[in-house]
């Protein structure tokens, strides 16, 4: 064969050993069945006892080398498996964070930033975090034991900041269903006559109280709920900031990807631009996360309401795009039907390690008004904290996913900490 044995015969077997070996290629694995069907002869092939005992010593040689060989292959292997790790490594701190961007950059549900067409659209995060309400009692307790937490794991000065503000506020809610389903107003008008079929049988309407289409089961039918929600906030006391008596109205509308969310149209009216901030915001919770195009204004009358459509876009001109102008009167429904109370709690300040412009905000619903201001019972539902986060250059600049990794950190840390 192409593989050839070696033995030098001595006359002590202790001193037999292997003195060369050559690769032995496929027929490696075919030595011990040579040696064992040698065996099976007996005296044909081998004279005396002592031969067979030098054989099963050369033997033993033969597997110790190729032990030793084998081992050198294995060192070989390890090394070179160590080394790819390394590579790997420095492919993951230098070259990932860059080839993440170029991905999204490539993927048509993310929107390929563009700074010039940004204009003054502010990119953000948020991420939320319901909270027990037993954590709250007293809520001055609660509210520490989150602040230190944060404080621990972020590294952050959270009682330091540029910007702290602390109060209780009213907010209500207002449904513009007829503004952007008005295509489907022969079911409403359809709604409408059954509205009178049900008072002269039952002596109630086909709507309740405020406004909604309901079915028989007296249950509101959610096909009548707009995808675009109005909120409204009234500010009716605070401790730490200012802008007390004052309220904010925002526009939002949440979609499932980024690219439609860029292009929802919430621009604000001229005379409504001084103090409005719109956003382009990934809305992130434990479980999922969606994309949503918000824009607040402040230019506004204490305690503000809407009857039509025609009254939302005074604020925002293009907010219903697809609306005829004859439809502009269409009633737009108040959607919230209690006005309770909320305390908030919002600190914002930059980093002045990595320039990240963050918030953390701490909110809860209280029944009345007195309880909003003590905080000494049981918040309604469970409260809420959340941080939001600003892309680079103010908000106005990309991402960048080291930081945005780190703070992800951070929220899976008060998750584990603070979540039921």
């Not at 539902?381 to 103010?394: G, K, N, T």
Request: glycine share 6%.
């Amino acid at each position: 064969t192409d593989s050839t044995l070696s033995v030098m015969e001595v006359s002590d077997p202790e001193d037999a050993v292997c003195i060369e070996l050559e690769p032995m290629g496929e027929t490696e694995l075919d030595i011990d069945e040579e040696l064992e069907e040698n065996e099976e002869f007996g005296d044909d092939n081998f004279s005396n006892k002592e031969d067979i005992y030098e054989t099963e010593v050369n033997r033993g040689a033969l597997h110790g080398l190729i032990g030793e060989q084998l081992l050198e292959k294995g060192k070989s292997a390890f090394s070179t498996v160590a080394t790819c790790l390394v590579v790997f490594g420095i492919f993951c701190v230098t070259i990932y964070p860059f080839l993440v961007i170029a991905l999204q950059n490539n993927n048509e549900d993310v929107w390929n930033y563009d700074r010039e067409a940004l204009g003054d659209i502010y990119l953000t995060k948020e991420y939320q975090l319901t909270l027990p309400q037993t954590l709250f009692v007293p809520r001055d307790v609660g509210l520490d034991k989150i602040l230190k937490k944060f404080t621990e794991t972020s590294g952050l000065d959270v009682y330091n900041v540029t910007k702290h503000h602390v109060g209780v506020r009213s907010q209500y809610k207002y449904n513009p269903w007829n503004c952007t389903n008005w295509r489907d107003i022969e079911r409403y008008e359809y709604s409408e006559y059954m509205s009178g079929l049900y008072y002269a049988q039952y002596g109630h309407g086909y709507y309740d109280e405020y406004g909604y289409p309901v079915n028989e089961t007296n249950d509101h039918d959610e096909d009548y709920l707009s995808d675009t929600e109005l909120r409204i906030r009234n500010w009716l006391s605070v401790q730490v900031g200012s802008d007390v008596h004052t309220s904010t109205i925002d526009i939002k509308k949440q979609v499932a990807n980024q690219t439609e969310a860029f292009y929802i149209p919430f621009g604000a009216a001229d005379d409504q631009l001084d103090g409005c901030t719109e956003k382009l915001e990934e809305d992130i919770k434990p479980k999922k996360y969606q994309w949503s195009h918000k824009s607040k204004v402040k230019n506004v009358p204490y305690y503000p309401s809407f009857d039509t459509c025609r009254d939302v876009m005074k604020y925002w001109p293009g907010c219903f795009p697809d609306l005829p102008e004859d439809k502009y009167d269409f009633i737009v429904e108040r959607k919230t039907k209690s006005e309770n109370y909320w305390w908030e709690d919002l600190r914002e300040s930059v980093d002045p390690r990595s320039g990240l412009k963050w918030r953390l905000t701490i909110t809860m619903e209280y029944e009345t008004f007195a309880q909003a201001l003590e905080g000494r019972t049981h918040p309604i539902d469970e409260p809420e904290s959340s941080i939001r986060i600003w892309s680079s250059e103010d908000g106005h600049g990309p991402w960048d996913p080291r930081i945005v990794s780190t703070v992800n950190q951070w929220y899976r840390v008060m998750i584990d900490t603070f979540k039921d």
